[in-house]
């Protein structure tokens, strides 16, 4: 009985100690501009808009490629492309398109990819580019292929649902709070110097801070080289209003739809702090807190400042409402499957000991490249944490063809993503699409690694081929034989 006690608390303590740093540090800036930017799609983009670029009877050639463009242009993780997904998902937006976008977006964005080439080397980045866009736009065709029946369901529903709005229209007004809130999205996540950077500071006397940081250093650690992020005395700040959002949102938003009341104003200010104070640099000192205004504080706050304008003068109350009401649906459907993904994904991270893996991957074999899948799902890591992670296992002896793979599925099947897209699409879609990621990101790094142990590219290359023919060529039977059952 005392040795269950002693192997459980741990794992417990890891779950918790991993959710504290995950709503300290990628919840505000991240996932509230995105839940947003989810509910002004749903909201105020006509359905049209969305289906003439990415709906399932657009063009392969324009749907796929715009479906990849957008998701190249977003530095953000699977947590955070999950809410867009929906919005695009729900507007109309085809399956194949969605699940384009949906990969490639964490796995293949700018940032990360620039990132992985100086910190690991371009030859890596450059296969992580090539087979993410092509095993993207792969899964995507094998999806909508698979589900071509429920995909037509789904558009013919959303064409109803919307086709009011589809009437009206959407004006410019609409469209720039759009927009702004996708420039809100990338302030808050770009790495850039002149957004890092503090320009003004000033050193605020708080007895005691230094200590409330060590002492939060041993209750929930903080080492870079294993991915532990730890929380800081700004973070356990930010936890506390993230609550306090929650309780003012729940008055104020759950019955948006009989008018904006106070409680309304309150979450919406809330936010609006949470947003500003999470921007700061705030530092734990021996003689207080040095507080540092940053360039994205000032991003931050600026265009905060022209969204209130937008909110309140441009947007009628009927606009707004329904905003903030889609807003909160998609809060409500993804939030708590996300704090659920993150503590049981810290949990198993206690479990799960990295040497298991490096000794499993350090040669590029099947095996190898299954485990590197595997140490991507159930070892997450937040958008470009995974990158020093990887050089980390790479250091060890990880061969670069199973990091391949674990750099390819690792922003795509964190736990917490396969429970939220399940609840989108459901869970037959959800796991065939963790099937086909699973699949592709071991030959990605089979391909790429046997590139490295001196396969010439033009054997890979119609190795490839051949994969990908084979692959068309059943699906093309099994989607024959489906019609004449059905015409049968």
């Not at 298991?356 to 470009?384: C, D, Q």
Request: with cysteine.
């Amino acid at each position: 009985m005392e040795w269950v006690g002693a192997s459980v608390f741990p794992v417990l303590y890891g779950g918790l100690g991993n959710l504290a740093a995950y709503l300290a540090a990628h919840v505000l800036l991240c996932l509230l501009p995105a839940f947003f930017i989810a509910g002004a799609m749903a909201a105020l983009i006509p359905q049209e808009s969305i289906t003439r670029f990415l709906g399932r009877n657009t063009h392969k050639s324009v749907s796929y490629p715009a479906a990849a463009a957008a998701g190249s242009l977003l530095a953000v993780c699977s947590c955070t492309i999950v809410p867009l997904f929906a919005g695009i998902f729900k507007k109309g937006a085809g399956i194949g398109p969605a699940i384009t976008f949906l990969f490639f977006a964490p796995a293949g964005n700018i940032l990360a990819l620039a990132y992985t080439g100086g910190i690991i080397g371009a030859d890596l980045a450059f296969a992580r580019l090539i087979l993410s866009l092509t095993f993207g736009i792969g899964i995507g065709l094998i999806m909508a292929l698979i589900f071509r029946a429920d995909d037509a369901a789904h558009d013919d529903a959303a064409s109803a649902l919307f086709a009011a709005q589809n009437a009206e229209g959407m004006h410019r007004s609409a469209l720039t709070f759009l927009a702004l809130w996708v420039v809100l999205l990338l302030v808050g996540t770009l790495k850039l110097d002149f957004l890092t950077a503090t320009h003004v500071q000033f050193d605020l006397p708080l007895a005691g801070a230094g200590t409330w940081q060590s002492t939060l250093d041993r209750l929930v650690p903080y080492d870079a080289s294993k991915g532990e992020e730890g929380v800081s005395v700004q973070g356990v700040a930010l936890i506390a209003l993230l609550v306090a959002i929650g309780i003012a949102s729940w008055h104020g938003l759950e019955n948006i739809q009989n008018g904006i009341t106070g409680w309304t104003k309150t979450s919406l200010a809330l936010i609006a702090t949470t947003l500003l104070f999470a921007a700061l640099a705030v530092l734990a000192t021996p003689e207080g807190l040095r507080i540092g205004f940053t360039g994205k504080f000032f991003g931050v706050a600026l265009t905060l400042g022209i969204l209130h304008f937008l909110a309140w003068n441009k947007l009628s109350e009927d606009e707004l409402r329904a905003w903030l009401w889609e807003s909160w649906r998609f809060v409500k459907q993804i939030f708590p499957l996300l704090v659920i993904g993150v503590f049981i994904v810290g949990m198993i991270r206690v479990m799960i000991r990295p040497e298991w893996i490096e000794s499993l991957a350090g040669t590029n074999s099947l095996l190898g490249n299954l485990a590197g899948v595997a140490f991507g799902v159930f070892m997450y890591f937040p958008t470009l944490v995974e990158v020093p992670i990887a050089k980390m296992f790479l250091d060890l002896g990880m061969h670069r063809g199973p990091l391949l793979a674990y750099l390819m599925s690792d922003p795509e099947l964190s736990l917490q993503s396969i429970l939220i897209i399940s609840a989108i699409i459901g869970k037959t879609k959800a796991w065939t699409y963790v099937g086909f990621v699973a699949l592709f990101s071991a030959i990605a790094g089979l391909t790429y690694g046997a590139w490295v142990d001196g396969t010439p590219l033009l054997v890979l290359a119609l190795f490839l081929t051949v994969f990908i023919f084979l692959l068309a060529a059943l699906l093309s039977a099994a989607y024959r034989r489906s019609n004449s059952l059905r015409g049968a």
